[in-house]
Every structure is written in structure tokens, then in C-alpha cells.
């Protein structure tokens, strides 16, 4: 008779199996781990798994010159005291 009797997996496998489904995942391209990335095991049938996800100045409004809050007040990635300097620059002289 053959045993039908499911193996349970210890911790560090279901961690193990919990990283590998996170670093595989459709959106795991815009995200890194770390080598072994911490797991946190819910009470319901999952876990989080510990990763890092980019976040540019930019995106955060963060002026890309000065490091202001608000860069969403002037244009491109600038707060608008650093946008109001760029416009009000002399032209760069071209050979």
C-alpha cells in the first residue's frame, strides 16, 4: 500500500518556497532582494517577503538639483527656485 501521507515542510522550506515565488513573481522585475530576504509568515496562507522597490526623486517630487520638497512646482524633476534659475540663465555659448 503505497503512503499517501503529504510531507509537511519545515519553516526554512516554506521560507525558502515563499523567496523563491517572490523573486519569480511578474512584478519581481522592478523590485531586488536581498541574498535572503526576511519572510514574515501571516496567520493566513501567505507571508511577505522583504524587498526593496526604486523610488526616483522625481517620482517622489523631490527636486533632482537641491533635494526641496515639491518638485512638482517647477518642470522637470526641479522645485521651482531651481526651475526659476535654469530659465533665467544665460544660453550656453556652442563652438
Not at 519553516?11 to 525558502?16: A, F, I, N, V
Not at 523567496?19 to 511578474?26: C, G, L, M
Amino acid at each position: 500500500m503505497k503512503n499517501t501521507q503529504k510531507r509537511k515542510l519545515t519553516p526554512d522550506l516554506k521560507d525558502e518556497a515563499y523567496r523563491r515565488a517572490a523573486r519569480s513573481a511578474n512584478y519581481a522585475e522592478n523590485i531586488d532582494f536581498d541574498d535572503v530576504p526576511v519572510v514574515s509568515r501571516g496567520d493566513d496562507s501567505g507571508a511577505y517577503v522583504q524587498a526593496w522597490f526604486w523610488v526616483s526623486n522625481e517620482d517622489a517630487g523631490i527636486c533632482t538639483q537641491c533635494g526641496a520638497a515639491n518638485a512638482a512646482e517647477g518642470f522637470e524633476g526641479l522645485c521651482g527656485n531651481c526651475a526659476d534659475k535654469t530659465e533665467n540663465e544665460p544660453p550656453e555659448a556652442t563652438s
